[in-house]
């Protein structure tokens, strides 16, 4: 293929991500990219292991010399997020992502991007494709589904694994190493409706120009989710006018902060409508000016239409869906104040959605102590209790928690500042990670979660600094090295 990216250096760590970006791997989508690591493995003369869920490893032997150091396992997740701008057309599960290089920046042509976590990937690909590195023998781990729930991780048979030191590649801040995350759970709202037919002028609401984010990552950052505007907006229309909800639908990820949703009403006259349309707007105006620092591009479009001919929600379950989203648990919950302010609890509103007879929302709830992600569930059944809704708890994942001793920590720290003249931070995150499934299941795992600096994930606006992952990929192979003697 002809690459895009040139100049930076190795060479293969680069090509093998152009590789991968061409071949479609949303989550759920993941057995076009699995084949490709088998094959890979297959045409290297690795020991590989494939499951059903198209998890892989591939087995590296130790480098001369080191084959009496302990294992090490590699370890990403092959899946990615599959989000657009609005109006750009990709078919996520058929096309390849467009990329895009400026000024050492790389993006993807008005989708996601998908080096979360596509560069560890790429990253394991080019330390197991050079013999002429130093390393203990090597466990690559890539993992499917993990954006949906770390499902891939879950499932994996780890009796697979001998390691017990483990380097995850999904962490998405140069000079800074992950050492425990939080735990989450995907929460579905359903209630079934019968709808209405009914005329007369519709009122269409547009949310556009969020910045969205990574529900665990950027929770903190205050930004707007387009699902919980729009509720408020319908809210003080419901108690200022008779509308009838038509349909709602905000998201396509439980775990990424909403950007983008659209709302019809039906009313029964356009008077009523264009009156609505006034009340929606000054609603509209003071939204703006609350989110001027934290989310500038924020828009809502207001447009009447007489004649309509629709089949509307009844008004009880349209006033059960909005008061529900109103209450539903959103943004951050709880702090450590011991520890910076350090995000504890939190919850994200990811997806809304209407359909002809369901009317469902889902949430992601986070967090790194147990007993506060159970209230957060018992919080969000009481209120699909409340409003008529059927709860479902999935893909739950456990937080994992911060060792005091940590061999792989101090090898990362003394090759950070032996390369690089400074320190390397210890810091744990707010986001999930698949290292606790993997340290509940092998005992005394030693881990570490590390990764080039990425910005936007989760979003159409992700990048990834190259020279970042130059300097990172440096990183990685000191550490082996000295994990090897």
Not at 271 to 278: G, N, Q, S, T
Request: negative net charge; hydrophobic residues 40%.
């Amino acid at each position: 293929m002809e690459y895009k990216i040139s100049g930076y250096e190795p060479e293969k760590l680069f090509h093998y991500f152009e590789e991968i970006s061409a071949i479609p791997r949303g989550s759920g989508n993941e057995k076009g990219i699995s084949d490709y690591l088998v094959a890979f493995a297959k045409d290297h003369g690795f020991w590989v292991y494939q499951d059903d869920v198209h998890n892989v490893i591939i087995k590296k032997p130790a480098s001369a010399g080191a084959e009496n150091a302990p294992a090490v396992m590699l370890q990403g997740h092959i899946d990615m997020v599959c989000d657009k701008r609005a109006g750009v057309e990709h078919d996520f599960e058929h096309d390849g992502i467009d990329l895009v290089v400026t000024d050492g920046i790389l993006t993807a042509n008005g989708t996601t991007l998908g080096a979360d976590n596509g560069i560890a990937v790429a990253l394991m690909l080019t330390v197991l494709d050079d013999d002429s590195l130093v390393h203990p023998a090597l466990e690559c781990v890539f993992t499917t589904d993990e954006e949906t729930g770390l499902v891939g991780a879950e499932t994996l048979d780890k009796s697979q694994i001998d390691a017990r030191i483990m380097v995850n590649l999904d962490s998405e801040e140069e000079g800074v190493a992950t050492v425990s995350c939080a735990g989450g759970v995907v929460a579905t709202l359903t209630r079934p409706v019968v709808r209405e037919h009914m005329d007369g002028a519709t009122l269409t609401l547009d949310i556009s120009g969020l910045q969205g984010g990574h529900s665990g990552s950027d929770i903190h950052l205050e930004r707007g989710n387009g699902d919980l505007i729009m509720a408020r907006i319908i809210e003080k229309l419901m108690r200022t006018g008779a509308p009838h909800l038509v349909n709602m639908n905000g998201g396509t990820k439980d775990n990424a902060i909403n950007r983008e949703c659209t709302a019809v009403l039906v009313y029964a006259n356009v008077a009523e409508a264009e009156a609505a349309a006034k009340t929606a707007q000054a609603m509209i105006d003071d939204v703006t000016a609350e989110l001027e620092v934290f989310d500038p591009g924020f828009t809502c479009t207001v447009e009447v239409a007489d004649g309509a001919s629709v089949e509307a929600i009844p008004d009880a379950d349209a006033r059960a869906f909005i008061s529900a989203l109103r209450l539903a648990p959103n943004g951050v919950m709880r702090r450590n104040v011991a520890a910076d302010g350090a995000v504890e609890v939190s919850s994200n509103i990811g997806v809304v959605q209407t359909s002809d007879d369901m009317i469902t929302f889902l949430l992601s709830p986070r967090s790194s102590i147990t007993s506060l992600q159970e209230d957060v569930k018992e919080r969000i059944q009481t209120l699909a209790d409340a409003f008529g809704f059927n709860a479902l708890f999935e893909n739950e994942y456990p937080g994992w928690s911060y060792v005091e001793h940590s061999h792989v920590r101090d090898v990362f720290k003394e090759s950070y500042r032996e390369l690089f003249g400074t320190e390397l931070r210890i810091e744990s995150i707010h986001a999930g990670l698949e290292c606790g499934l993997f340290a509940a299941a092998l005992p005394g795992l030693d881990a570490i979660a590390v990764g080039p600096t990425l910005a936007n994930v989760h979003t159409p606006d992700e990048c990834m600094e190259l020279a970042s992952s130059e300097r990172f990929y440096k990183l990685l192979v000191d550490a082996l090295r000295r994990l090897a003697a």
